[in-house]
């Protein structure tokens, strides 16, 4: 059975972020792994759900209908796959691209924050990615509503690259609202999905998808986030890929700048005001 095949058929049953799975893939490569689960070498119990998916999961399936959506499988053994996810605890099986995957190498910076953004939150992200953009840095980000969007709409305006990376399957357009944004990131960048076309985005694929951010980017940059927020996650998860992390400082009583606040206060995240700061925090990258 070919490598292709086997993460193929590895991908479309076994859930993003599976440390276990992801481990197992890595360490063994994905013929033996599938070979062992098709033939009772995992805990037949515990993993029932994986398992059972692998013996119904065809790759030809599979590959057809990322084709068909007008996208391609990545995989390990492709020459453009970005070597910086190999980098997480639990690196994707596979990716599923539309647009260029060359443009996931090279420089990049993760804008992120919140869904609901102030004029000032939305504004900043977009100067921030132009600022980037013309440092010929691409900009990551999640496709959601709010600064995600900013940023995107901020990259392309000043004519440079963008990529999101979303929850669901590469043809859904989630959120609805963003799919004349989406097919022109597709046109002129990348989107980036670790699920199977028609998958739908549901909260755990949201967190699932913040660490492939993270990990796609040279440095993250939250722009406006709540004290809980899922923006908080990606910056953690760069941290814990040793990835900068930098925050814009907003009004005290502003509640969507009381995350950024949290990390700088921690320590977790140097405070920027302008991208000639975030350039030259990031100048000895």
Not at 108 to 125: C, E, K
Not at 127 to 150: C, H, K
Not at 163 to 185: H, K
Request: proline share 5%; with cysteine.
């Amino acid at each position: 059975m070919s490598e292709l095949v086997a993460r193929a058929r590895l991908f479309a049953a076994v859930e993003g972020g599976s440390s276990f799975w992801s481990r197992e893939v890595f360490s063994n490569g994905a013929s033996y792994v599938l070979d062992r689960a098709l033939n009772g070498g995992y805990d037949l119990i515990k993993y029932a759900r994986t398992i059972e998916k692998l013996k119904l999961s065809s790759a030809d399936e599979l590959l057809q209908s990322i084709a068909q959506s007008g996208a391609t499988f990545l995989t390990p053994q492709d020459a453009t796959w970005p070597q910086s996810v190999n980098d997480l605890a639990a690196p994707p099986i596979g990716l599923v691209i539309k647009g260029d995957p060359r443009l996931l190498t090279g420089n990049s910076l993760a804008i992120v924050g919140t869904r609901n953004p102030t004029q000032y939150g939305a504004r900043i992200a977009q100067d921030f990615a132009a600022g980037f953009v013309d440092r010929d840095w691409a900009i990551i980000s999640g496709g959601a509503y709010g600064i995600d969007a900013a940023a995107h709409k901020g990259a392309l305006i000043a004519e440079g690259v963008t990529v999101a990376v979303i929850a669901a399957g590469i043809d859904i357009n989630y959120p609805a609202g963003n799919a004349r944004l989406f097919a022109e990131i597709a046109e002129l960048g990348c989107l980036v999905s670790e699920v199977t076309p028609g998958t739908p985005a549901i909260p755990s694929r949201f967190l699932t998808r913040n660490r492939l951010i993270a990990a796609l980017s040279n440095a993250t940059l939250v722009v406006e986030a709540a004290f809980r927020s899922g923006s908080l996650r990606t910056a953690r998860d760069a941290a814990e890929l040793m990835r900068p992390v930098m925050a814009i400082p907003g009004p005290i009583t502003s509640p969507v700048s009381e995350g950024c606040h949290r990390l700088i206060g921690e320590r977790a995240a140097e405070i920027v005001t302008s991208v000639a700061d975030a350039v030259e925090f990031l100048a000895p990258m």
